[in-house]
């Protein structure tokens, strides 16, 4: 405990966290009150430190991909395409339209999700526990369709260097059509419960202010900085991916308070929900192997024939490597094969195939990116999240750190609260949305 | 402004203490002396540059190869949609600089991070200390030589509250 009494007078300490429900994840808020308003606070994180970037610097590049997955874990696929971009930027490669369109569709399925966990939070703090239900019903469907195609609800390690891990599921549109519908729905449900609910309101608005001024020496990005009415968002200053092609508009705020913070979500998840439909648009699905009349082998037939003659057809793969055939390796991965997984039915019939997939894991081979430096960010749930990654020409990243945008946020959190009540704390805190994993690391 | 027209007012504005001046397609990156931190920082903040975001603070651990560590400072220029990577090398031996919490107020947060994992000391400081450790850890964990698996387990049972 380090906080120093500011006032003479008898003010009382009181600890908020690390453990407590209202601090989503672990974070100690340390608090100096006078009568119910607060002279000073600290905050103190760390507690969810698990040496992210010590442990990248230790993994291969292939290898460091699901430790992205836990950094926001509300929005995994995001975290995992900033690394691919990074990465790809280091390699100068790039991967294949069909699979930008795809890791776009899965962005904004993350983003969406994200949000929606952010409001149904901050909702809950406020006393609307029905708006949390509805959040995280909407957020099973968005998970179903981020399950179908990428066989994981969280952790998926779906996005690749070069590409993506697997193509769509033959019937993902109908999953995807449900999700979208649902989540209008409650996107009009969630507005009518709280735009006008005085509750929601004397907890919101004017409550938690910064100005542009401030935001940006905060370092702020994302949907906090947009609701100061910044108009940043890396998606449209520097567009990576396709996001040039699809139109989309970028939801501002103007004051800057908690209330603004959970407008921008809002419309933000309206906009997201655009880029999605768009998206799928530009993605037909792939036809299943009966509509093509293609009879798979099984992997033992098919390294028996290997034996005699180059396999041919399909090998019916596990259930887990759906969408990774070799036909449709091209559409989903780059041509650059030197950075890439070799097809599994290459790697069980032929030799080089093998040789390949061996050389990709052995220690010392696989990713070595040439000696370098980049610095690539995309537009996380929170802001601007930025991997810098320094090569030194070996597998393994010399160097490898990532700008978490929570961090730069939280640590305008005392500034935020000072001569508020107690009570203010819970929904300004929750308007930030401060996800542990990105901000421990 | 065009980007060799910017090369130009680096050079310009900061002979003498810029070391390396490149770019990376879009942005710009420049090696510049560590006493001469605090004023090209202040200077890039303003006009004719507009690098008013402070995007992000680090430090990489070259005291294999070059027997430095380097500081790495991104700046986003929220006017012109550029970015700009600051470097700065250190001694190995008692690195310090100067603390750029003066002018960005993030840089708080940024730079006990660094001195936690680093032990680079911020001369200027409002308030240096661990971050994401507890006080009391031994070490610097992002250093090279700070062995992985090293375990320091917290052995103040006896006065827990």
């Known amino acids: 405990m380090t906080l120093e009494s500011r006032s003479e007078q008898n003010s009382m300490l009181l600890n908020l966290g690390p453990s407590h429900p209202a601090m989503h994840g672990t974070v100690r808020i340390m608090v100096e009150l006078e009568g119910e308003r607060i002279l000073n606070s600290e905050v103190e994180i760390g507690y969810l430190h698990r040496g992210f970037e010590k442990t990248c610097e230790n993994r291969t590049y292939f290898t460091l991909l699901p430790y992205t997955d836990r950094l926001n874990y509300v929005s995994p696929l995001i975290n995992n395409t900033g690394y691919a971009l990074a990465m790809e930027k280091l390699l100068g490669i790039e991967a294949p339209e069909r699979a930008q369109y795809i890791r776009i569709l899965m962005c904004e399925l993350s983003r969406i999700s994200d949000h929606l966990t952010s409001v149904a939070a901050m909702g809950m703090d406020c006393g609307a526990f029905t708006v949390f239900l509805y959040m995280m019903k909407a957020r099973e469907y968005l998970w179903d369709v981020i399950e179908f195609t990428t066989g994981a609800r969280m952790t998926a390690s779906y996005i690749r260097i070069g590409g993506v891990r697997a193509d769509l599921h033959p019937d993902y549109r109908s999953a995807l059509e449900k999700a979208v519908r649902e989540t209008r729905k409650v996107l009009k449900d969630v507005h009518g419960l709280l735009d006008g609910n005085k509750i929601f309101l004397d907890r919101t608005k004017g409550l938690g202010a910064l100005t542009k001024e401030e935001a940006v020496s905060y370092g702020w990005t994302g949907p906090c900085l947009r609701s100061t009415g910044v108009c940043y968002d890396v998606r449209k200053s520097r567009p990576y991916l396709v996001y040039d092609r699809i139109d989309f508009d970028v939801p501002l705020g103007a004051n800057g308070d908690n209330y603004d913070r959970y407008m921008v979500r809002m419309m933000e998840i309206d906009q997201s929900l655009r880029i999605v439909e768009q998206a799928a648009a530009a993605l037909s699905p792939r036809a299943p192997f009966a509509a093509r009349n293609l009879r798979p082998i099984d992997p033992s037939e098919a390294i028996r024939l290997s034996r005699h003659q180059r396999a041919v057809g399909p090998v019916r793969l596990s259930p887990n490597l759906e969408g990774s055939e070799k036909e449709v390796y091209g559409e989903i991965q780059t041509a650059d094969r030197r950075w890439t997984l070799p097809p599994k039915e290459d790697t069980y019939t032929t030799m080089e195939g093998l040789i390949s997939h061996f050389l990709f894991f052995m220690p010392g081979r696989g990713i070595r990116p040439p000696k370098g430096e980049v610095y690539f960010s995309v537009e996380g749930g929170n802001g601007e999240l930025g991997y810098y990654i320094v090569s030194d020409g070996t597998d393994r990243p010399y160097r490898l750190h990532l700008r978490a945008p929570c961090f730069h946020i939280v640590s305008a959190l005392e500034r935020l609260i000072e001569g508020r009540f107690v009570a203010d704390v819970i929904p300004t805190f929750g308007s930030l949305n401060m996800i542990g994993g990105e901000l421990d690391r | ?161």
């Open chain 2, 1 to 161: 402004m065009g980007p060799e027209r910017l090369i130009e007012e680096f050079e310009k504005g900061f002979s003498g203490e810029t070391v390396e001046a490149s770019r990376d397609g879009k942005d710009f990156i420049l090696v510049i002396r560590p006493e001469a931190l605090l004023r090209v920082m202040g200077s890039l903040k303003e006009d004719p540059f507009f690098y008013r975001l402070l995007l992000d603070l680090t430090c990489v651990d070259f005291r294999r190869d070059a027997s430095s560590f380097e500081m790495v400072y991104h700046l986003f220029s929220l006017e012109t949609g550029r970015r700009i990577r600051v470097k700065v090398r250190l001694p190995a031996d008692a690195p310090s600089i100067d603390s750029v919490a003066g002018l960005w107020r993030n840089a708080n947060w940024l730079e006990r991070e660094v001195y936690d994992m680093f032990g680079i000391v911020f001369i200027g400081h409002p308030d240096l200390k661990r971050i994401l450790m507890y006080d009391g850890f031994e070490g610097f964990p992002l250093r090279k030589d700070y062995p992985l698996r090293r375990r320091q387990p917290k052995a103040d049972k006896g006065n827990a509250i």
